[in-house]
């Protein structure tokens, strides 16, 4: 190429360079890269955020969302909790994984550090003798530890497969790790001492279970073998006897209550023995018992159609704010009535479940064959639930009259608000106020509890306002195109 010609071609160049197009195209090539720039940074600074910050929970069940009691306890720790997660590589749940990283943000002193069995395969057995599922976790600090089986996490219940033939699936994966959070950094757990000797019932499963996850250790003993109540004892709990206690148990109690003792009875009406002895004690502090099975009169306030299954309202306590708040019903079966009398200047009495006036006690209790009232029935209304304050001795006593509160059907069918209510009562009991309440999450469905009345509306609506609505449309239908025609 000549010289002239080269000269020429970059000429031509410059000229097509200086063109409006091209230097709009230069202008748009300059912001493209700035943009992108600015979107790299901000990518970066938000990888760095803390998964609370740009994770959202939509799942249907909130999974991985917290309550305020797991933010109270990351909040107030002081000592380092790690949160080993023991799964192998490619086999992580996603739901676990989401909500291992929300617990991780909370606090500076939560550390979550994944272990793969396939190359630590004798981590866990530092822990545990089970055979730990992939999913698995321990919660450890200093020397305390706590396992959490993967089965603990996604918990399958079968309680109701005989009965119905149906199985619930729940997630209880934040309430088993705040549990053991709290259990590794407590240097001691209150301890209940179970009353035995009288045909006490086990607990139930829902009992069992609310008191684990509160961090409240249960030992059983008997009056009949002790000269006092053990020293350690937070309170005594009297779960469900079916005979009475001797005169000298009545003493020993009463005497543990004036020495500022906390006592939790939970006892219903009995087929046979009558619970004088027991019934005493609580008479001693101006309640008395009823005879026979409450009824409740009232639609509004018993379930499934039978007046014994109540549907009570809730009182005004520190026990029942956050029930009441829910809109939560307790559902209380086979109930016995306590009616609050006079008391001293030091005692307060405070009713946590009450019936209605339209109540009545069946003198008849287990052989009633009519749910009518009849001669000699009691009138109401009554509290079947009571808590009981002695600022003079600084003793408290929480009495529930019936054996069934806390039997695992009628827990499922209350959607754990009979569960919430009993821990609530021991919290308030013991003093421990910031105890740990976290329901489980359902994955299958949770029970909608109504009343009868709230059944019968919507049956007429069902079987007759929606039918004849549609009858109507369809006459209104038939008759305009008749006109037409």
Request: net charge negative.
């Amino acid at each position: 190429m000549s010289e002239n010609k080269m000269k020429h071609s970059m000429k031509k160049n410059r000229d097509a360079l200086n063109t409006r197009t091209a230097k709009v195209g230069g202008y748009s090539f300059i912001i493209t890269v700035v943009v992108l720039a600015i979107l790299i940074l901000i990518n970066v600074a938000v990888s760095k955020l803390p998964s609370t910050w740009t994770q959202f929970d939509i799942s249907a069940a909130q999974l991985y969302s917290v309550t305020s009691s797991t933010k109270a306890v990351a909040q107030n720790l002081t000592d380092e909790v790690t949160i080993y997660w023991i799964t192998q590589e490619g086999e992580e749940d996603t739901v676990i994984e989401k909500l291992l990283n929300v617990y991780d943000a909370l606090s500076d002193n939560i550390t979550v550090e994944k272990k793969n069995p396939d190359i630590y395969p004798t981590f866990a057995s530092q822990y545990t003798d089970e055979t730990v599922e992939n999913n698995s976790l321990v919660v450890e600090s200093g020397d305390s530890y706590r396992y959490i089986a993967y089965s603990d996490i996604y918990v399958t219940d079968y309680s109701d497969y005989y009965t119905t033939g149906s199985v619930s699936y729940s997630f209880d994966g934040e309430s088993e790790i705040t549990t053991a959070i709290d259990y590794v950094v407590s240097e001691e757990l209150p301890v209940i001492y179970l009353l035995t000797g009288h045909g006490e019932a086990d607990l139930s499963d829902s009992m069992a279970d609310g008191l684990e996850k509160a961090n409240i250790e249960t030992e059983e003993f008997s009056l009949l073998t002790v000269d006092e109540i053990p020293e350690d004892a937070a309170a005594i709990l009297i779960y469900a006897p079916t005979s009475d206690i001797s005169e000298e148990e009545a003493d020993m109690l009463m005497e543990y209550m004036e020495d500022g003792g906390h006592l939790f009875v939970i006892s219903g009406p009995q087929e046979e023995d009558e619970m004088t002895n027991l019934h005493s004690v609580l008479e001693s502090y101006g309640v008395t018992t009823e005879d026979g099975i409450v009824v409740e009169g009232s639609r509004d306030n018993y379930a499934f159609g039978y007046p014994y299954v109540l549907l009570p309202e809730l009182g005004d306590s520190d026990i029942t704010t956050e029930l009441s708040e829910n809109n939560s019903y307790v559902i209380v079966a086979i109930a016995q009535g306590l009616t609050i009398g006079s008391t001293s200047d030091d005692v307060t009495v405070t009713s946590l479940l009450d019936t209605t006036d339209e109540s009545f006690s069946k003198i008849a209790g287990y052989s009633l064959t009519t749910y009518e009232k009849e001669d000699g029935d009691i009138d109401g209304a009554f509290s079947v639930a009571v808590t009981v304050e002695d600022t003079g001795t600084g003793a408290t006593m929480v009495w529930i009259s019936s054996d069934t509160i806390m039997d695992d059907t009628y827990v499922s069918y209350s959607s754990g608000a009979n569960t919430d209510f009993v821990m609530n009562a021991v919290s308030w009991m013991i003093g421990e106020t910031d105890s740990i309440s976290i329901r489980s999450k359902s994955l299958s469905y949770s029970y909608l509890t109504i009343n009868t009345n709230q059944a019968n509306i919507i049956k007429v609506c069902l079987i007759v306002v929606i039918p004849f609505c549609y009858l109507l449309y369809g006459l209104d239908d038939v008759i305009r195109r008749r006109r037409k025609s």
